[in-house]
Antibody, heavy 119, light 108 residues
């Protein structure tokens, strides 16, 4: 079955960097676009970034543009999120989510990885 | 950016009751709307897409309706496993993909 497993979260000081990973299995990874979506503690869902199946099309939320970089390795079936210049407002559970083949909603989500930005 | 607004923020309901959740878009999203369910400590799960199509595994208790700017998620007879937070999401005009703030369905 479809599995998305995030890793790389942790506690980091403001201004520092962190890289998240999302390992995909159970489907043909290189045929699907994938997103990062985050959820601050006790809050709702916020879309962060998208990368197309071939990595050619990338979009970011304004709140992370210029600081975060989404990438993927289709040979390793892995999605990444490089997060630089982290702010306390970036504290959240980060989910990777698969976009469906037919439209841009999300049909599978990982379990999430918690990023805490605090001094 | 399309703003999605859900109401109410919290709904207190007894098991067996019929529940109606609302989602409004700041401009038309046609029928490009999804609903997700998130139980405490769990990951979001797709329930409804294209405003009214049930995702695989979604109980027939759940139905979606609406188009344009007004949408509704109805749970015909609330079961104990349905207590959760429900989010709507538009995918008509992106980026960004935008979610409502969520409606929490809690036990009365």
């Amino acid at each position: 079955q479809v599995q998305l497993v995030e890793s790389g979260g942790g506690v980091v000081q403001p201004g520092r960097s962190l890289r998240l990973s999302c390992a995909a299995s159970g489907f043909t990874f290189n045929t699907y676009a994938v997103h990062w979506v985050r959820q601050a503690p006790g809050k709702g869902l916020e879309w962060v970034a998208l990368i197309s199946n071939d990595g050619r099309n990338i979009y970011y939320a304004d709140s992370v543009k210029g600081r975060f970089t989404i990438s993927r390795d289709n040979f390793k079936n892995t999605l990444y999120l490089q997060m630089n210049s982290l702010k306390p407002d970036d504290t959240a559970v980060y989910y990777c989510a698969r976009q469906t083949a037919m439209a841009t909603f999300f049909d599978s989500w990982g379990q999430g990885t918690l990023v805490t930005v605090s001094s | 950016e399309i703003v999605m607004t859900q109401s109410p923020a919290t709904l207190s309901v007894s098991p067996g009751e019929r529940v109606t959740l609302s989602c409004r878009a700041s401009q038309s999203v046609r029928n490009n709307l999804a609903w997700y369910q998130q139980k405490p400590g769990q990951t979001p799960r797709l329930l409804i897409y294209d405003a009214s199509s049930r995702a695989t595994g979604t109980s027939v208790r759940f139905s979606g309706s609406g188009s344009g700017t007004e949408f509704t998620l109805t749970i015909s007879s609330l079961q104990s496993e349905d207590f959760a937070v429900y989010y709507c999401q538009q995918y008509n005009d992106w980026p960004p993909w935008t979610f409502g703030q969520g409606t929490k369905v809690e036990i009365k």
